[in-house]
């Protein structure tokens, strides 16, 4: 199959909302009056996010669940999004399953497939995503205010434990490591909850690179600082956290894990049954894990409440 081909029948589906899509040189997208468009942009490289041999099922899946993970952290409804392929061959079988798993969500979502790009080289995803916000209301890092709480949706660790089992330096219960791995391997974005929170939040972001450092971006931003009480950060899936796990390497997951796309947020004690309404609304559960403080830096309560070293660096692709 050529590239052409390739386009035509994996990615052209006929657009409902946006104005013209996959086709001519540019789509076209015609966002509703008072409407702020949110634009992210996120890469999956082979051997870098996700092994060679990954379900291209769960990698078509994973690529889009990434970029609506960033419009649920700014509170932003899903609208399009944009494909950029890079295959090493056309093999049907696997662009088919791939497209599914990508459509799949993407359908869950209403988000549409408007356009992209496709050619040949290492396999190399690169989706763009656009969503929309009523102007001023988009959740930002930049809001957090000294006093207050901070919250994180869902449980955290879970692929990071998966990923410690798959490259053999764990061992895990099998239903357990099937469902760590369906949370490594298939995140649901918490674009509802994020919807939800608008107007709530005072500053939020998507758990992409571990809580710490991820909640060092909003601190940094909004010229605050935080205190964290471990035993409040819900480490881990149920199944998971029933386990006689090691508790540094508990800790390490959940507080520097990576890949959780778990929402982190803060609002306002005078809000919390608010925030308790967008959680059970959206169906997410949400963790109050701490507060933001005055004072800078970042302070981590153990499991007697002493004082911790914030150590747990997360991860950058640039550091060794
Ligand atoms: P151009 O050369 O003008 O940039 P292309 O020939 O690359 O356009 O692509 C033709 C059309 O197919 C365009 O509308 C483009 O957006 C779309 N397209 C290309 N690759 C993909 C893809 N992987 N998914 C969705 N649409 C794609
Ligand atoms: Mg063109």
Request: with cysteine; glycine share 10%.
């Amino acid at each position: 199959m050529g590239e052409f081909d390739l386009i035509r029948t994996f990615f052209t589906r006929p657009v409902r909302r946006a104005a013209l899509g996959v086709g001519d040189d540019c789509a076209l997208l015609a966002p509703a009056p008072g409407m702020q468009l949110a634009i992210s942009s996120d890469m999956l490289v082979e051997g870098r996010h996700f092994f060679a041999d990954v379900d291209p099922r769960l990698l078509g899946h994973k690529a889009l669940a990434v970029n609506l993970s960033d419009l649920a952290a700014c509170g932003a409804r899903p609208l399009a999004f944009t494909l950029a392929l890079s295959l090493p061959r056309a093999d049907t079988a696997w662009v088919g399953a791939f497209a599914q798993g990508l459509l799949a969500l993407a359908d869950a979502h209403q988000c549409e497939l408007i356009g992209g790009d496709t050619t040949q080289g290492p396999l190399n995803i690169c989706i763009t995503v656009f969503g929309e916000v009523p102007a001023g209301q988009a959740l930002l890092r930049s809001g957090a205010q000294a006093g207050d709480d901070i919250y994180v949706s869902g449980s955290l660790g879970d692929a990071r434990l998966a990923l410690e089992a798959l490259q053999g330096r764990l061992q895990l219960p099998a239903d357990v490591l099937a469902a760590t791995r369906q949370r490594l391997e298939a995140p649901s974005p918490r674009v509802a909850l994020g919807l939800a929170l608008r107007g709530i939040a005072s500053s939020a972001l998507d758990l992409s690179d571990g809580l710490l450092g991820d909640l060092g971006h909003i601190l940094t931003q909004s010229g605050v600082g935080a205190c964290i009480d471990t035993r409040l950060t819900s480490p881990l899936l149920a199944a998971a956290a029933r386990l006689p796990l090691d508790q540094a390497l508990v800790r390490k997951c959940t507080l520097a894990g990576g890949d959780d796309y778990e929402l982190c947020f803060t609002a306002a004690p005078a809000l919390r049954a608010q925030v308790a309404a967008a959680a059970q609304a959206s169906a997410t559960p949400v963790t109050r894990i701490g507060s933001v403080q005055a004072q800078s830096g970042l302070r981590l309560l153990g499991a007697d409440g002493e004082e911790l070293l914030a150590r747990f660096a997360s991860f950058d692709h640039f550091s060794a």
